[in-house]
């Protein structure tokens, strides 16, 4: 950070805390600026661009809110961390939504102010990193066990091998099978930390009251039958991965202790005063909708916040047809391989019609458990046909992935969105007709030269 050192502008009316901070933030390399009230952190706004904002929300006079406001309007890439009093989140979860990259409670650590800045400064490399990446990388059809070709999943590769990059939480989210178990696998195995372990928990299947002592671990008589000391998973995973799964089903009670984990790195064994520190990386699933969790008060918003920094949505199958044909070949293989002698088997373009056209409700699970018993009904033919598929997808009514168009959680980029409805059923006309414009303009109901010009337009749109 020596030679570009971030300028960092920290606002806070008690001026020892204030200054201790600052000395230990230039001991980390920052040039830092002071403001003892919300007008002097305005005064300051007006004359530099800062990187970097750590202000306190309760300031008298002018307040952080306002502050955070001006800071956002002038500079919308300066990188903010709130600071609040104990027991008002619901002003730092409200900060977060004006445009705030972080919050942190008092009385807190500097370790732990030290953690949330670097990581939202990583955040912010990451996303600029990320568009760069977009622009340089040769586009990838897989990453570890997880492959696609379509444009949501080549995308998601792309984001999986630059989070793996950071040490950011992150939250995957998607229906039951679609693959997210190995997407957090897929982020460990690319990761700095894949020397170290990947510990996987699922929470929904220990019962509660085991739970707690399994992450955390315990000491020898912390509860009946706890006969020795026993390591838990967090710490096993100390320098490596925790893949938290399931996440939803936590207790309140456990939601409070991962708090403090994700905030502190630093957590107690059941029955036990002394404080373990750990270096580990945090990666959530849940195929349940937190954000709903939280408005429902079933899960805490502060935690969903600390989870969900960077959020990895995994789209159901059905909204990625054009990926079944390369998972079929995918399992083929893998499945093919694994027999004795090893098979080399195909689908029937009549059968590939109807695995393309079913909804799949167990996603890419259940699309491996057909190919997996097509094969096994098919013993020793080298085509798998329409019969093999088993009823239900045999005699499914063919979906179409345009009648129920996904709305992600948070919007969409709707003309972006329509230029690509547009692109593909321009393409699909083309491809129809071999080519011939005027064949496909016809089909569209559209003149050529519109067509014509349609394509040069989206063609030359940016693929952001
Ligand atoms: N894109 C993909 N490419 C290849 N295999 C995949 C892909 N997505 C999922 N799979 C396979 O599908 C199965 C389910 O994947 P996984 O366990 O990661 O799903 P999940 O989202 O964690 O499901 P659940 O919510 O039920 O736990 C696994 O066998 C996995 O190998
Ligand atoms: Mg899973």
Redesign the pocket.
Known sequence: MAENAKHLLLVDDEAALREAIAERLTDHGFTVEQAGSGEEALARLADFAFDVIITDLRLPGVDGRAVLDAALERYPDIIAIIITGFGTVKDAVNAIKQGAADFITKPFQFDALLHVLKSALEQRRLRSENAYLRSQLEERYRID????RSRV?RDMFQLLETVAATSSTVLIT?E????????ARAIHHNSPRRANRFVAINCSAIPETLLEAELFGHVRGAFTGAVGTRQGRLEQAHKGTLFL?EVGTMSPALQAKLLRVLQEREFERVGDSHTVKIDVRILA?T?SDLAKMVSDGTFREDLFYRLNVIPVR?PPLRERREDIPL?VQ?FLQKLGSEQVPPRNATVSQEAMRRLMAYAWPGN??QL?NVVERALAFSQGRSQIDVTELGAEIRNAPAGSEETSPWFPDEGIDLERYIEGVELTMIKRSLERTQGNKVQAARLLNLKRTTLIEKLKRLERAPEA
Do not use: F, S
């Not at 066990?145 to 696609?148: K, S, T």
């Open positions: 066990g997880l492959v696609g999943m998607g039951t099978g679609t693959g997210k178990e190995l997407a799964d699933a195929h995994l998972l995918h890419v699970r491996e």
